[in-house]
């Protein structure tokens, strides 16, 4: 099992950045593929951005393409979620999550473990 505690969000202005990070307990964090997903009010969780267990490999959505960008510390037992450009519509309490399966790029169901989430809004 694999707690997760999400920092960094917080309120900027339309254009600005904000660097997520996620920090992971235990000594089998880089067993884990990880994801970030973000959820609006009134609107279903959705797929970010993930990053597979060595660090090789990213997968972002359409909305996140060529904007944020995944990385993972596995010495840190960290994941980040680096975003730039930010859009109002980015606005979303973003959840980082784990998962011991082979989707990467899928939806929530995909994802075992998940952590309390953090606020990111951006004015415009």
């Known amino acids: 099992q694999v707690q997760l505690v999400e920092s960094g969000g917080g309120l900027v202005q339309a254009g600005g950045s904000l660097r997520l990070s996620c920090a992971a307990s235990g000594r089998t964090f880089s067993t884990y593929a990880m994801g970030w997903f973000r959820q609006a009010p009134g609107k279903e969780r959705k797929f970010v951005a993930g990053?597979?267990?060595?660090?090789?490999?990213?997968y972002y959505a359409d909305s996140a393409k060529g904007r944020f960008t995944i990385s993972r510390d596995n010495a840190k037992n960290t994941v980040y979620l680096q975003m730039n450009s930010l859009k109002p519509e980015d606005t979303a309490v973003y959840y980082c999550?784990?998962?011991?399966?082979?989707?990467?790029?899928?939806?929530?169901?995909?994802?075992?473990?998940w952590g309390q989430g953090t606020q990111v809004t951006v004015s415009s």
């Open positions: 990053i597979s267990r060595s660090g090789g490999n990213t």
């Open positions: 999550a784990a998962t011991r399966g082979t989707v990467v790029a899928g939806p929530s169901t995909f994802y075992d473990y």
